[in-house]
Each structure stands twice: as C-alpha cells, then as structure tokens.
C-alpha cells in the first residue's frame, strides 16, 4: 500500500499556519485563563474571556504572519 498526499501548506511558512484554538480553563480561584498558542491571559470574569480571545489572536497574528509585510516588497 502506497501513500501520498500533497500537502496545502508548509510548516515552515509562518504565513500560512493556522491559529491555534483557544483553550479556555477556570482556576481555582475563580479567575480565567485563556490561552491562544503560545500566549496567555488571565481574567477576573467570564465576560471578559472574549475580549482576552481578540487580543491573544491579534498578538498571535501579528508574532506568526511577520512575513506577510515583507512580502510586498519582493516583486
């Protein structure tokens, strides 16, 4: 049995990894951790997970799609 695949994107290519899923955990004392790859908050209260998902995917964004601004200039 032979296989293969092709693959649609590169592990190499920051450009094209996908974001990580948040991971959302309850400590013990009540407070949030929210966690997007790499990057981690903590929060006081569970109405203030969503905004600390934005930020986390928007920091994630900026640190692993660095690539995509230099690549304007390749032509």
């Not at 990057?39 to 690539?67: A, D, I, R």
């Amino acid at each position: 049995m032979t296989m293969s695949s092709v693959p649609f994107s590169t592990m190499s290519d920051a450009s094209t990894s996908p974001m990580p899923a948040a991971k959302i955990r309850t400590l013990d004392d009540g407070c949030v951790r929210v966690q997007v790859g790499e990057y981690v908050g903590t929060v006081s209260s569970m109405h203030l997970v969503e905004p600390k998902v934005k930020q986390l995917m928007s920091y994630w964004t900026l640190k692993n799609n660095f690539s995509d601004i230099d690549q304007g200039s390749e032509i």
